[in-house]
């Protein structure tokens, strides 16, 4: 017995002198990265010399949001989250599509939950570097890293790579989502805590991540006049990384093109009347697609015009922006344009060419040496160009229905859609308030608030002038596309921004080049109602043989 004992003792010895000490993983807390207010009077000095006049700063940052109570709810998800955990994450996500990060997902070398700690960290890195900054960012989800450990929980082997499913997408801040305020970038609605818009609610039902708010010019630039794009006085001014503080970052979806373009977040949804989701797109190399009235809902969106506004998805990618697009459409009994438009079959997406395709484009762009390369590439690829010269049409009454509509949509949309605490219930409550405290609240004025209230256009007048708009745009684009049975006209950024606005057709903007200076310019399809599909091809066929899209490089 005492033998078994022995020898039992001394292969226990040896087994133990064999066996691999290890010791437990230390994991160490980062210190907090904390933004700190600058003089920025030099800043704001050198935009005066810039000969765009709409980038002649009054100020950069908010004075009435501090940064750091923008990323002060996630800190603690971000103590454990380092320097060194970022830069070994950066070639799985960075310009990464969405089926490419899904991949990842599925193949176990990424997690929703790292995916969503990258941009987090990314945001405050960039956002807290005074020199770097980009003012995209209101707010962000405080349980969107919980979210993202839920759906780590799930099976992740069955994903549609194709899918929203724990993907990090910002909104801009003028749709509402629950847990986060919705402001306009206005400070009459720095506390309003509503529920979820109904595009927020199809995100969710499809299991993506909303990652928080985007900036924008505030009042979806239906407030001051001449005044920067890309302002609110919550967020501060919105800056394009293609040329911070010296290129324009379009609106007023500004924060969403923003965001997209310096990798931020892998997608985000903006808004537009007229040229706010091509504008910004375009400034910032992303791509942005406005759709027809009604084939997105509209509701629990702080509102301009009820005949013109719709949101839209914002992009890297073309392939990416139909997978929003599908996430998205769904109709909505509550707002009386919604149609259930048909979800977009990507294989005949990426099995379109420009083979065969008749592509109406403008002479006199033809001066455009970017614009005239894309013509080239197109053309070589088996498309028929139709070089078209459209009489110069304008469109009298335009302003009068923003106008109008304002008056009575805004209205509409606080006494349904906002949170029972916000006092401001009309036009004029806004303009009262702003005034009792002009620098903060209004320091480039409110000329087109004021307008509105001026305006005395009565509802018989506007229903003409709506008609007539709709008739002079649509015989502007059909004469050109029902003569040569066009399947898309190409315009330049949000040049005709108005015209596809009034006409209620659809536009998709994409990347086509860069000036001598760096400045993003974009190649947009417009085409008739419900071409969405259409648009989608031709844009994913010209994105194919183009490529033009390049990260902005401060920001790799």
């Known amino acids: 017995m005492m033998y078994r004992i022995i020898s039992l003792l001394i292969t226990i010895s040896l087994f133990s002198s064999c066996k691999k000490e290890t010791t437990p993983e230390v994991i160490t ?124 929980k799930m099976d992740t082997s069955n994903i549609d790579i194709h899918s929203v499913y724990g993907i990090p997408i910002l909104l801009k801040d003028n749709i509402n989502a629950k847990g986060m305020p919705t402001t306009a970038g206005a400070v009459a609605l720095q506390n309003n805590n509503a529920e979820n818009a109904f595009i927020a609610n199809r995100l969710l039902e499809k299991k993506a991540l909303l990652l928080g708010k985007a900036n924008l010019s505030e009042w979806a630039y239906f407030f001051c006049s001449g005044c920067p794009v890309g302002y609110s006085a919550i967020g501060g001014q919105t800056m394009n990384p293609y040329g911070r503080m010296i290129f324009e970052s379009g609106g007023s979806s500004s924060g969403s093109g923003v965001t997209v373009a310096a990798n931020f977040c892998v997608a985000a949804i903006g808004t537009e009347t007229s040229g706010s989701i091509l504008s910004p797109s375009s400034q910032n190399s992303v791509v942005g697609l406005k759709p027809t009235i009604g084939v997105f809902s509209r509701s629990g969106i702080v509102p301009i015009s009820s005949t013109l506004d719709t949101p839209g998805p914002m992009t890297k990618s073309v392939i990416d922006n139909v997978i929003l697009y599908n996430a998205l459409v769904g ?111 209004m320091p480039y004025g409110q000329a087109l608030l004021e307008g509105i209230v001026s305006d005395s256009t009565t509802t018989k007048e506007l229903k003409t002038i709506k008609e007539n708009l709709q008739s002079v745009s649509r015989s502007y684009f059909d004469t050109h596309i029902d003569t040569h049975n066009l399947d898309a006209i190409l315009s330049i950024n949000n040049y005709h921004a108005g015209y596809a606005a009034v006409a209620k057709y659809p536009a998709i903007t994409v990347p086509m080049g860069y000036t001598d200076k760096g400045e993003p310019k974009s190649l947009t399809f417009i085409a008739k109602s419900f071409s969405e599909h259409k648009l989608l091809a031709l844009a994913f066929a010209y994105e194919q043989i183009s490529k033009e899209r390049r990260a902005p490089i401060k920001y790799n």
Do not use: C
């Not at 614009?371 to 469109?395: F, M």
């Open 29 to 152: 807390k980062q210190p907090r990265l904390t933004w700190q207010p600058y003089d920025e009077s030099e800043d704001i000095k050198a935009t005066l010399d810039l000969e765009q006049s709409r980038m002649h700063l009054k100020l950069v940052n908010s004075k009435v949001l501090d940064k750091n109570q923008i990323w002060r709810p996630l800190e603690s998800e971000l103590d454990y989250f380092s320097e060194e955990d970022y830069n070994a994450l950066k070639p799985l996500i960075l310009e990464k599509d969405i089926p490419s990060l899904q991949t990842s997902i599925k193949q176990g070398k990424l997690t929703y939950e790292k995916l969503v700690l990258f941009y987090l960290y990314r945001i405050r890195k960039y956002e807290s570097d005074n020199q770097l900054s980009l003012n995209g960012i209101i707010a962000l989800n405080p349980l969107v890293v919980e979210q993202a450990r839920e759906l780590d």
């Open 331 to 441: 109709k909505d009994t509550t707002d009386s344009a919604s149609i259930q438009a048909k979800t977009v079959s990507l294989p005949k997406i990426t099995n379109t060419n420009l083979a065969g395709k008749k592509i109406g484009v403008l002479k006199s762009y033809l001066t455009d040496s970017l614009y005239t390369r894309a013509v080239e590439k197109i053309k070589n690829s088996g498309a028929e160009i139709v070089e078209l010269e459209p009489e110069n049409t304008p469109l009298p009454g335009f302003l009068t229905i923003l106008n109008i509509d304002m008056k009575h949509d805004l209205p509409q949309y606080i006494a349904k859609y906002a949170s029972d605490n916000i006092a401001t219930k009309t036009i004029e409550d806004i303009i009262a308030f702003n005034l009792q405290d002009s620098l903060i609240r």
